[in-house]
Every structure is written in structure tokens, then in C-alpha cells.
């Protein structure tokens, strides 16, 4: 097949988790025999006028990325040269990552009668609490008219949990797929750490309050305060890293590397023993309102690389790492909890490795992304098919 693939406003290549995923579909999907164009920005927030006529051309790890710098909030703006590249490649099938102010891959499809799939990694109908939905509502519902539309013009919707597309959307076109980890790139450090040298717990991502960072280093403090020895690395940059600096300002175990590079994260996961995903949705509306709806890329990462993991206790996370299989799990908020389910860890070694082999064999078998292409590749199959 030739795919189009849509990601208005993403960065690729980029270090966001968006950028990620986008990147790892259109490389599962170019590995797995099809020609794959993707439509992304060189960077985030990036204008240059000039791509709205002629995007520029990078070809990559076997896929074709067409650049059209339009910031996100601008996204409906890639509408005509999108038109040119359809009308000039006449692909076999659009995906389009859904993003309020995008849709502009949905309304080309319309037009050229191009099979769609519309990938929705966010709730697509905020709630009432948030402050877009606000404006939304007292505009007459736009926005949320817009969203549904896009939802009933597409012939299939991925999603890593259902309740992100509106409830009057039906639920037989909606296929819940989670994101996953690339089992070939993350791989268990070889040789493996010396059993001798005190553990890593490491974590990595955003720091915002739902991904609980702060949280990590308050038990970090405590595990180290009753005398366990151990090492925290805490990866990543957001709102709270001063705050979270300035709380383990005493403590040389506790070390902040800042962002890096998504190339180097196979090599800084593997430094690691046990790997923390402390969320926490009270801090997060659009979690609360409609489930856990994140397909957390760590998670699968850590597991991957062999790592035994700690999470909270929520659906779907605990599908994903099952408590006292790949890891544990701990009531979200609760940092008296999440030091001690680290102690547990890293004072007993034999636990640690079990878990540590069932997160990679699990990872593997059920969250990989050659796993994830597979499965999409399945559905595009079946909506072409449909539309001949």
C-alpha cells in the first residue's frame, strides 16, 4: 500500500513522545512493505511560509517525510499543499493523527474518496473542567462538532482506550491498540550489571504533575533516609524540575540528567535495575474524566530493557505490568507506598530479576511495535478492501 500519513504540527524526526510514535509507525509499516509519506514539522512551534507551497523532502529509515511547517494550532493551514501531495501521489490509504485544530488529512480524503484512519491518542471531547472545553462551549460547540465529524467520516479509529472518541461514535469501528517499545533497539544490558554495585531506579519523562516525578524523588528521599543503598537518575525537564532539584539538593544518590536524545535512551534504560511510572490522575482532569487513556512509552521501555517496573495501580496500567509479575504496583499520590514498593526491590535481588524476565517476555509477546504495525496493517488492509 501507499499510506499518507498525517502528523500536522509533530517534530520529526523529534524527542517527543509524539514524534516517537509517529516515527516508529511509519517505520514498522515501511518495514513491513509499504510506501509510506509522512507529513510532519522540522521542529515544534516552527514556522517558515515557504513549506505551505513546496514542503521539504527527507528521506529516513525507509519512509519519506514531506515537511509543512504550520505550528499545531494551525494545522487546518497544511490544507493546500496536503491537497497537491495527495493529488500528486494518489495514496491507497490517509492516516491522520487527530489534534483539535487539525483535520486537514480527513477533508482531502473526503475529497479524493481516499480510505481514512484516524489515530486519537488524547480525549477528543474535553471536559467541562478544561478551559479549551470552556471556550468551546460558550462559542456554541465548534470545536466538538468538528471532533465528531472527523470521527464519522473516518472508515477506522486507533486508540489506546476507547472512551477518547465521543460516546455517539460507533464502537465497532473503534480498535483500542496500545503504543509499545521497540524490542529490537530496547534489549536487557549485556553483559548484565554486577550484582555487587548498589541498584539504579530510574525515571523518565515529563516533569508535570501528572507524571509524578515529584512524587519519585520524595520516596527517593525516604528509601535513602532509612539507609538503603541505592542510586536514583531522574531523566527529563517540565515545570517541576526545579522544585524537584531543590528537594534533593542533599541528597549526592538522587542525580538529574535533563533531557536527552531518544537515541541515547536504550543505553540510559539499561543503566538502570528498576524503572518508576508514579502517575497520578488527580492532576489531570482529562485522565480522570475519561480513564487512563495513555500508552505511557517508558513503561513498555522499561520492560524492554529488562527493567522490573513500579506503576500505579490503575487501569490500564495494570493490565500492562501486573502486580507481583513485572512489577508492582502502588495506589496513585502515595509516596509512603511508592518507597516502599523501591525497597522491596532493591534489597531483594532475586525478586527483582523475576520481574525483571517476565516485563521483557511480556513486552515482547503482547507491547512491542513491530506488534502494533502488524495489527494496523490489518486494518488499513480491511478498509481498503471495504472501499473498493
Not at 502528523?7 to 509517529?22: E, K, M, Q, R, Y
Not at 494551525?74 to 491522520?96: F, G, M, N, Q
Not at 520492560?303 to 522490573?308: E, K, P, V
Amino acid at each position: 500500500m501507499k499510506i499518507l500519513y498525517v502528523a500536522s504540527g509533530i517534530p520529526v524526526p523529534g524527542n517527543l513522545g509524539g514524534s516517537t510514535h509517529t516515527y516508529e509507525v511509519a517505520r514498522g509499516l515501511a518495514q513491513r512493505g509499504h510506501e509510506i509519506h509522512v507529513v510532519a514539522v522540522t521542529q515544534e512551534g516552527h514556522t517558515n511560509i515557504r513549506h505551505l507551497w513546496r514542503p521539504s523532502l527527507l528521506q529516513w529509515h525507509g519512509f519519506t517525510i514531506h515537511h509543512i511547517d504550520i505550528p499545531k494550532i494551525a494545522s487546518l493551514l497544511t490544507l493546500i499543499p496536503l491537497l497537491r501531495l495527495v493529488k500528486h501521489l494518489r495514496p491507497d490509504v490517509i492516516i491522520e493523527r487527530y489534534y483539535n485544530f487539525a483535520g486537514a488529512g480527513m477533508i482531502a480524503a473526503r475529497l479524493f474518496r481516499i480510505p481514512t484512519l484516524l489515530e486519537v491518542n488524547a480525549l477528543i471531547i474535553d471536559p467541562p473542567s478544561e478551559r479549551k472545553r470552556r471556550i468551546d462551549d460558550r462559542l456554541g460547540g465548534p470545536m466538538r462538532r468538528w471532533a465528531t465529524r472527523q470521527c464519522r467520516w473516518a472508515d477506522a479509529i486507533v486508540t489506546p482506550l476507547h472512551t477518547t472518541v465521543p460516546a455517539e461514535i460507533d464502537r465497532t469501528r473503534i480498535h483500542e491498540h496500545p503504543w509499545g517499545a521497540d524490542v529490537d533497539r530496547f534489549v536487557p544490558a549485556q553483559p548484565p550489571h554486577d550484582p555487587a554495585s548498589p541498584p539504579t531506579v530510574i525515571f523518565i519523562g515529563s516533569f508535570r504533575a501528572w507524571h509524578g516525578a515529584v512524587h519519585g524523588v520524595a520516596a527517593a528521599k525516604r528509601v535513602l533516609d532509612a539507609g538503603v543503598v541505592c542510586r536514583f537518575v531522574f531523566v527529563g525537564t517540565g515545570p517541576e524540575l526545579p522544585a524537584a532539584q531543590a528537594m534533593a539538593a542533599a541528597y549526592p544518590s538522587i542525580s538529574f540528567l535533563g533531557g536527552q536524545p531518544y537515541a541515547d535512551m536504550p543505553a540510559i534504560i539499561q543503566s538502570a535495575d528498576i524503572g518508576i511510572a508514579p502517575f497520578d490522575t488527580s492532576k489531570h482532569p482529562a485522565l480522570q474524566a475519561a480513564g487512563f487513556y495513555w500508552s505511557p512509552l517508558k513503561i513498555h521501555e522499561y520492560m524492554a530493557c529488562g527493567l522490573a517496573v513500579i506503576t500505579s495501580a490503575i487501569t490500564p496500567l495494570d493490565r500492562i505490568v501486573r502486580h507481583q509479575s513485572e512489577g508492582l504496583l502502588v495506589p496513585e499520590g502515595d509516596v509512603a507506598g511508592l518507597a516502599e514498593a523501591i525497597t522491596t526491590l532493591v534489597t531483594d535481588p532475586a525478586m527483582r530479576a523475576r520481574y525483571a524476565a517476565a516485563a521483557r517476555a511480556r513486552v515482547v509477546e503482547a507491547y512491542s511495535w513491530q506488534q502494533h504495525c502488524a495489527e494496523l496493517e490489518s486494518i488499513l488492509q480491511d478498509i481498503q478492501q471495504t472501499n473498493r
